[in-house]
């Protein structure tokens, strides 16, 4: 709105005119622009953004989590701003704006959205977005903290035993996995599959709990096996074989997963993947039987092993993400035991009309 005021001092006189235009209560504060998000780490970012103030407020959430326009925190000083404490494999995004002189605030900026990177104590849930067609320009990479590992040398004392992989896709054939170790061995996961299935893994299902996992156990199908099936979950073989990286590397430090997109229209979320380390050399738990099942209880026996070894069952509610090593998973429970165990062994305070999964595994 244009406000013009005009008065006539004598007749005769020309006007004296002076008008105005009403100021933006923030334009002598300019808002941030530029916000930048660099240096990401599975619990790190460092922010930045054009340098406008000497104070800042900032708001961060998380997902698809709406601005309620209330900082989160207050910034004395000039940026960039080095966030600590982040969760892993998790959608952020982030608003500034400036405090003024004279007390009041600037708009807030435009937001801009970042990703931490993976963390394979953290394998889900994941919700990061698949770019369509991304074959073309060179696939999409997520990095994957791996911090806590039985073992320093791949294939001699500690294995990669399993990945497990829950990708939602309308049209899952679409997809090409690659997985990266630290020391730059590279194989691919997955590719080939049927034309019209869709999903791998069921993201209707438990988030944690309905995986693939990609293995070379005895038992494991070839992908060829799913076709026909939407939502398949269970064990089957990579599209090339694990043992690469079976090559003396240590499996601390940051793996890659590639995924890449290869036609149009179809969109694809990544909602789970973690690595599944084994010492070596350890052998699986044989011969388990559940016996004497009742309405809280049931009775547990298997092929006792070498005295001294201990033993891990893990138990949950059917479909529920088994752990590793001594630490149960989401949703499941934990009983430790050293070989040998007096058998059977009895699980007292189960829920009634539910369905459980157990697993045993052995820490040599």
């Given at each position: ?9 004598a007749p ?26 660099s ?18 407020e ?13 900082p ?23 608003q ?22 993976i963390?394979?104590a ?27 590992v039985?073992?320093v040398s ?10 497990r ?32 299935d ?81 010492p ?33 069952i ?30 059977p ?20």
């Open positions: 709105m244009l406000c013009l005021l005009f008065s006539q001092t005769g006189s020309p006007f004296d005119l002076h008008f105005s235009l009403p100021l933006s209560k923030y334009a002598a504060c300019p808002r941030p622009e530029l916000l930048q998000a240096q990401i780490t599975d619990s790190t970012a460092l922010l930045t953004w054009t340098d406008v103030g000497d104070q800042y900032l708001e961060l959430v998380t997902g698809s989590q709406a601005f309620s326009g209330i989160t925190q207050t910034i004395n000083g000039n940026p960039p701003l080095q966030l600590n404490g982040l969760e892993p494999g998790q959608n952020y995004r982030f500034v704006r400036v405090v003024c002189p004279d007390g009041t605030r600037s708009e807030w900026s435009v937001p801009k959205s970042f990703a931490t990177d963390n394979n953290r394998p889900c849930p994941l919700l990061f977005d698949l770019r369509d067609t991304s074959c073309n320009s060179g696939g999409q990479f997520f990095k994957v903290h791996v911090d806590d039985p073992g791949l294939g001699n004392d500690v294995v990669l035993r399993g990945i992989l829950m990708v939602e896709h309308p049209w899952r054939s679409d997809l090409r996995i690659w997985l990266q170790s630290p020391d730059g061995t590279r194989i691919q996961l997955i590719g080939g599959l049927n034309a019209g869709k999903n791998i893994g069921d993201p209707a299902g438990d988030p944690c709990a309905q995986f693939v996992e990609l293995t070379e156990l005895p038992g494991a199908l070839p992908l060829s096996e799913a076709a026909e099936q939407d939502n398949f979950t269970g064990n089957y073989l990579p599209l090339e074989s694990l043992a690469p990286f079976s090559n003396g590397q240590n499996p601390k430090g940051i793996w890659q997963l590639e995924i890449c997109d290869s036609k149009t229209n179809d969109k694809g979320k990544l909602r789970l993947f973690g690595l599944v380390f084994a070596a050399g350890c052998p699986e738990v044989e011969g388990l039987s559940i016996n004497n099942v009742a309405e809280t209880s049931a009775a547990l026996s298997w092929i006792s092993g070498i005295s001294g070894d201990s033993i891990v893990e138990y949950g509610p059917a479909g529920f993400y088994p752990g590793t090593g001594s630490e149960a998973g989401a949703g499941g429970a934990v009983i430790l035991l050293q070989e040998p165990a007096a058998q062994l009895l699980l007292e305070g189960l829920a009634t009309l539910v369905n459980y999964d157990v697993y045993l595994r052995r820490l040599c």
